[in-house]
Every structure is written in structure tokens, then in C-alpha cells.
């Protein structure tokens, strides 16, 4: 076996009974202030599972221009998302927090697996046919082949799990595709098999505006969500606005059956208290919305204010934040580096 153990060279490397923790890998891309939605369905599981696993939180600004960017609210979007996923509770110093484009072995190991990957399996992915539409000839290079980029910021760190939603669970079985297809190419054993995490509750948490489709940070409605700097009166505001049914709660979560915009509210309320629907609806079925979405305006202002904060005390200080940026990039290269460097060596690249 030729790679490396997981615990090598990152501070959060070893368990309280010395063996090496497994190494995660997740990215977000810088489009906007995360969502309540973002919040409940992947950030609040990353800072839960750096308790017992060793972490490489990345901003992915490679992947963010697939699709062209404004380079100025670019940059504006990269500090900010950062910024929010530390005030959110990542840890940049047990683990590593950095920017994709800061570590170049990202897009020397995605050069190799874009000669790896055949086309027909870029063909099969999902997500791409969804973003081009009927537009695929006008769609990036970069949009088609993007996949194989993701399978490189994970194989990079040979890293064994990635938390994901469903929608991504088809890209992590093509970067195991590939990485089989690299190990029997070259007769070894180097990049380890990829494991998708599906967490938590409220791991799809809805529009405000419409039950049956995803919060959004794309949707042309700042009304359909909730954004993670939101002040108390906005939050209050939209929630009051927020679409649901003229029947009153249910005392059963059966009762929520067919009634999407119903169940988000319960399933957002119980999310945020750590309890479940049926929690919820001992509590408050049978009653009016009003009342419920009162003290759901209260629970969310609760647990958002002190992200609001933190995430504005950052902005305020960008050189900090770089800083901050800069010592995980060293961090996420001191691992990354070696892995893809062997990589090379393998494919019969010589060394510089």
C-alpha cells in the first residue's frame, strides 16, 4: 500500500486512543452567503464531525468558475464564505480551512484523472445534464469535466470520507471509478476507496415560498430562504410571510403528509432544537401558524445572531481572515503535495 496515513501531517490527526482518525474532505463553493439550508444540511454536520475525525474544509473557487464570475464579487464571495464557515463553528486551527485555487495540486491531480476518466462516464452524470439544460454546447469545458476536479481535492488528500447530499453521491462513485481505474493502470494500490456520509436532520430544508422545491441561494426570491447574516427583523419577517395551509398543526407527524409547506416549518424547528417531528407537534399540534411561527422566528434569531456576528467581526478585519487562509493553504499543500508528486512519479513524470 503507498498511501498515506490518514493522521500524516494535520494537527487533528489522532484519536484520544492514538490511532489515526479518518480523514474527511468537503468543499463549498463561494455563490453567497450560506442558507439556513446550507446551515442544517452540511455546515452544522462538518463542525460536529470534527470531534472525532480528521478535517480539510475547503472553499472551492475552482469550481466556482465553471460558470463566469463577476472577479471582484468573486473575491467578495470567497472571503465572505469563509468567514461565515469559521463564525459557524470550523475550526481553522485543529483542522484546515483554505482555498482551492491556493493549492495547485488540485489542478495537476485533475490533469492526470481528466486522462483517466473516460467520457462515457462524464456522460452519465446527472448534475451536468441538469446546470447545461438544452445548452450544451454553449456550457464550459470546465462544467463537463468538473467532476473529475472534485475526485482530485478528494483523492489529493487521500482522504476516505466525504459528507454529501444525494444530489452529489453519484460524483464520489466516478471518483472511486477513477481512482480504481489509476491503481489498475499502474499495477498499485495508492488512491483508498471514497466513503459518502449522509447526515443529520433537515438535510433538505425547503423554500419559504414553496414546500416542494430546495432552499436556495440562487432562487430569485430573498424571501423563499434565509440567509445566515439576516438580522432578527428580516428573519422574523420572512418567516410570518412564510407559505403554509390554512389548517392548524397536526398532533401526529402522519398529519403532515401532503402538506410540504407544513412540514418544512415542523422540520426546521425541530432541526434547530435538536428533536423531531413528532417533538414538535407535542408541543404545538393543534395549534395556528401564528404562534408556531412565532416562537420559530425566536428559535431561528437564537441560533443565528451569533453567526450574523461573528461572520461581521471577521469581514471587518480581512488581513486577519487572510491570514488565517494562508495558514491553512500551507497546511492543506504540506499534505496534498507529497500524495500528487507520487502520483506523477507513478504516471512517469520526472521529478523537477
Known amino acids: ?19 489515526p482518525m479518518q480523514r474527511i474532505f468537503s468543499g463549498i463553493q463561494p455563490s453567497g452567503i450560506p442558507t439556513l439550508g446550507n446551515y442544517l444540511g452540511a455546515i452544522r454536520n462538518w463542525v460536529a464531525l470534527q470531534d472525532d475525525h480528521d478535517c ?3 472553499v472551492v473557487d475552482l469550481h466556482a468558475i465553471t460558470q463566469f464570475q463577476e472577479p471582484a464579487l468573486l ?20 483542522h484546515v480551512l483554505f482555498l482551492q485555487s491556493r493549492v495547485r495540486a488540485h489542478t495537476q491531480l485533475a490533469w492526470i484523472f481528466n486522462c483517466v476518466a473516460r467520457l462515457g462516464w462524464l456522460n452519465r452524470m446527472t448534475q451536468f445534464k441538469d446546470k ?19 475526485a482530485a481535492d478528494i483523492h489529493a488528500y487521500h482522504a476516505t470520507r466525504v459528507p454529501v447530499g444525494d ?5 464520489l462513485e466516478l471518483a472511486n471509478d477513477i481512482a480504481q481505474k489509476f491503481n489498475h493502470d499502474f499495477g498499485v494500490e495508492f488512491f483508498p476507496r471514497i466513503e459518502p456520509l449522509i447526515l443529520g436532520p433537515a438535510a433538505r430544508v425547503m423554500s419559504l415560498r414553496d414546500g416542494s422545491r430546495k432552499m436556495s441561494k440562487s432562487d430569485a426570491s430573498d424571501q ?11 428573519i422574523s419577517l420572512k418567516i410570518r410571510r412564510a407559505k403554509t395551509d390554512p389548517q392548524p398543526l397536526p398532533s401526529e407527524a402522519e398529519g403532515l403528509v401532503g402538506r410540504p409547506e407544513a412540514r418544512n416549518l415542523v422540520g426546521i424547528y425541530a432541526a434547530l432544537s435538536d428533536t423531531d417531528h413528532a417533538g414538535v407537534l407535542r408541543q404545538f399540534g393543534g395549534q395556528g401558524f401564528g404562534a408556531f411561527k412565532q416562537a420559530l422566528a425566536d428559535l431561528v434569531v437564537a441560533k443565528l445572531a451569533p453567526i450574523a456576528a461573528e461572520t461581521t467581526r471577521l469581514l471587518a478585519d480581512p488581513a486577519s481572515l487572510d491570514a488565517i487562509l494562508h495558514r491553512g493553504t500551507e497546511r492543506a499543500a504540506a499534505i496534498a503535495d507529497p500524495i500528487v508528486a507520487e502520483a506523477e512519479r507513478l504516471v512517469g513524470f520526472l521529478s523537477p
Not at 444530489?167 to 460524483?171: C, F, V
Request: include cysteine.
Open 132 to 150: 447545461a439544460g438544452e445548452n450544451t454546447e454553449n456550457v464550459s469545458a470546465g462544467l463537463y469535466v468538473y467532476p473529475n476536479l472534485m
Open 75 to 94: 473575491a467578495t464571495a470567497t472571503r465572505e464564505m469563509a468567514a461565515t464557515l469559521i463564525a459557524c463553528g470550523i475550526d481553522p486551527v485543529r
Open 224 to 234: 423563499s430562504r434565509i440567509n445566515l447574516n439576516d438580522d432578527a427583523d428580516t
Open 167 to 171: 444530489d452529489q453521491k453519484q460524483h
Open 56 to 58: 480539510i474544509w475547503c
Open 1 to 19: 500500500m503507498l498511501f498515506l496515513p490518514a493522521a500524516h501531517l494535520t494537527a487533528a490527526g489522532l484519536a484520544a486512543n492514538n490511532r
